[in-house]
């Protein structure tokens, strides 16, 4: 677990939970899920100092829930909000970016898991509830740190200024992640449609193809659980009661940007994973056209050599009969002549199939 305190231009770590809240800012709590599990109580109990409520029973078995799709939802005191961030498979440690992408798109499948973020929103305090090996806390600690080390005295540090912004500053944070992997799929797909499309190789990797549409389907329906959930938080958004200062509503205002901002991202998410499945149908379709078309090519050309070969029978199997008084049969000119009429034959029916284009590669 990690406190921290956020004010104008301050960005402090706590040692722990103070008995009371600071004057001026927030304080945003980091607690891992199994910590938070551990220690519910003592989170409850300095929550119900603090603001005067507790998180509701029901809330905190989500934010437990490592399974829980993203979703939102709001009591009087505070909103909750559950976002799937991108994870590194296995139980992995990510980098700043949480997720460790391969170089090559080959691995994507096997490189991607997901892992729930909850985040509870009260007026002056953020609670993030997330797994053990989730890098975005830290990732944060360190940025704000940051921001506030740069700040010049005259407000220009841009720390969050409310519990809200720093939700969606972390929530935009984890969607980047989302379009990161975009290029990563892209690659997958596009080495997948390579091969697929080669006529020279006999493509043999469908169960790395089948993966790969598993995942953009898996994919579809979290950035869909994803949009609905910050539609939801901005629906909500718009029904706070007006704020009577004018500083408070820019800050609300900014609340609105940034909550379309980060829906904009995910839309722009699912509308790439949406075009990727439908180049890899594309992809599909092509190749088997591609294969029947190789197929009829290949069954043009032993017809046309049957063709060919026909007449060529029909004069053998008719000077073969045993007949005395069959034409050239004791003529020493006989075998010649046939041997030229058969000529004659292969070349005329050989000419007659290119101009008709039944030879060679159609154009």
């Known amino acids: 677990m990690r ?32 910590v938070l599990d551990a220690h519910l109580v003592q989170v409850q109990a300095v929550l119900q100092r603090w603001c005067g409520a507790t998180v509701v029973d029901l809330h905190v078995s989500d934010l437990l829930n490592q399974q829980l799709p993203s979703h939102y939802d709001y009591t009087s005191s505070y909103d909750m909000m559950v976002f799937r961030r991108l994870a590194a498979a296995g139980g992995a440690r990510g980098g700043a970016d949480e997720l460790a992408l391969p170089a090559s798109g080959a691995g994507a ?19 993030t509830v997330h797994s053990a090996e989730c890098a975005v806390r830290d990732h944060f600690a360190q940025r704000l740190q940051a921001l506030a080390a740069s700040a010049d005295g ?38 997948q449609q390579h091969e697929l499309l080669d006529p020279r190789s006999r493509f043999r990797d469908w169960h790395a193809l089948l993966a790969s549409r598993d995942l953009l389907h898996l994919l579809e329906d979290i950035c869909e659980d994803q949009r609905s959930a910050v539609q939801e938080w901005i629906d909500a958004l718009d029904e706070w009661p007006q704020e009577p200062d004018a500083a408070a509503r820019r800050e609300r205002e900014l609340l609105r940007v940034r909550s379309r901002d980060v829906l904009e991202h995910i839309g722009r998410v699912l509308a790439h994973v949406r075009r990727l499945e439908e180049s890899a149908e594309v992809a599909v379709q092509m190749h088997f056209s591609a294969l029947g078309h ?22 053998t ?5 045993n007949f005395e008084a069959l034409p050239w049969i004791h003529s020493a000119t006989g075998v010649w002549a046939t ?25």
């Open 317 to 321: 199997g008719f000077f073969g009969m």
């Open 154 to 191: 005259r407000g220009t540090a841009r720390l969050p200024a409310s519990p809200a912004d720093l939700m969606l500053r972390m929530v935009n944070h984890m969607v980047d992640s989302y379009l990161d992997l975009r290029r990563l799929l892209t690659r997958q797909l596009g080495r």
């Open 339 to 363: 041997v030229g009429l058969m000529a004659a034959v292969v070349v005329a029916l050989v000419l007659l199939f290119r101009r008709k284009r039944y030879l060679g590669e159609e154009r």
């Open 294 to 315: 190789r197929t009829n090519g290949i069954m043009r050309t032993l017809t046309v050599l049957t063709a060919v070969f026909l007449p060529l029978n029909l004069i």
């Open 3 to 34: 406190v921290f305190h956020l004010g104008a231009e301050r960005f402090a770590e706590l040692p722990g939970l103070p008995d009371e809240l600071p004057a001026a800012g927030f304080v945003w709590i980091g607690v891992a899920r199994s």
């Open 109 to 127: 499948a096997e490189a991607i898991d997901t892992s729930p973020v909850g985040f509870v929103v009260f007026d002056r305090v953020l609670l």
